[in-house]
């Protein structure tokens, strides 16, 4: 196949040499253009059985470097920015898998957690290639910081971003028991100045009040609960309840950040 090469395997091994570990579709037809696409297609797939190659988006493929074949994927950290690169897309690591970059990691997650901007991405699920997408309209750059990698750099939410983003996607985080425990690692990575009001403007005021609560109730952190609660000066927050998929409760809340706690944490489970 191909001028220059024998076959595929042979460009695939030249491109590792190179330090790549993406291609495209289209640019695997322009390296053997005397091919049909059907003929690429069947290449593709003999190498994907084999685990040589692994499809993570739609006409992207990662190539699988020997070190890692034994995994079945080569993690996440070092493709990610070459793949949103190549899709233009803005994004960060976020929730578990930015928590787990400061240390703040209760067990190991099941997934890798990307934020981008829209259209939404379909998440990669097969095999062992678990990458979940999240979407959202616009987010401050001075709440991502840039993480070295292996290969190159890597954007990662700050850690007080990821507070607000394991609340908003609590779901996907595991639930309101994983957060606090999560949550009380992870404020010992907090920056002051960085709760702000951009900070504030990622998220709904409902998560900004649940934060505030387990930053004042569950993992004793008052430094950092003043701090946002004097940022949400002028808001006029709603009563809410800490787990809104829970039942819900009829007496007042009997704290600052009007959370009716309905749900009992136990950060030790």
């Not at 504030?200 to 946002?228: K, M, N």
């Amino acid at each position: 196949m191909g001028e220059d090469f024998k076959n595929l395997q042979d460009w695939l091994d030249w491109q590792l040499s190179l330090g790549e570990v993406l291609f495209s579709k289209d640019q695997l037809a322009k390296a053997f253009p005397h091919h049909t696409d059907k003929a690429l297609k069947s290449a593709l797939q003999r190498l994907s059985r084999k685990g040589k190659v692994v499809s993570i988006h739609q006409g992207y493929y990662l190539i699988m470097a020997p070190q890692y074949s034994h995994r079945g994927i080569m993690p996440p950290h070092l493709f990610i920015d070459d793949l949103m690169q190549r899709l233009n897309r803005a994004y960060y690591v976020a929730l578990l898998s930015a928590a787990a970059r400061y240390g703040a990691s209760h067990q190991s997650a099941q997934a890798y957690f990307i934020v981008t901007t829209p259209p939404p991405l379909r998440d990669t699920i097969k095999g062992n290639v678990n990458i979940r997408y999240l979407c959202k309209k616009s987010f401050p750059l001075t709440h991502l910081v840039q993480h070295k990698t292996e290969r190159s750099y890597l954007w990662v939410s700050r850690p007080e971003l990821t507070a607000l983003d394991l609340l908003r996607y609590r779901k996907q985080a595991g639930g309101l028991n994983r957060i606090a425990v999560v949550l009380s690692e992870l404020v010992e990575a907090f920056d002051a100045k960085y709760i702000n009001h951009s900070l504030l403007s990622t998220a709904p005021p409902s998560v900004v009040q649940r934060l505030g609560y387990l930053l004042d109730e569950v993992v004793e952190a008052p430094f950092f609960a003043e701090r946002l609660y004097k940022t949400c000066q002028g808001f006029n927050f709603r009563t809410v309840p800490l787990d809104a998929s829970a039942a819900t409760v009829t007496e007042k809340a009997q704290n600052r950040w009007k959370v009716r706690v309905n749900v009992t944490i136990d950060p030790d489970l």
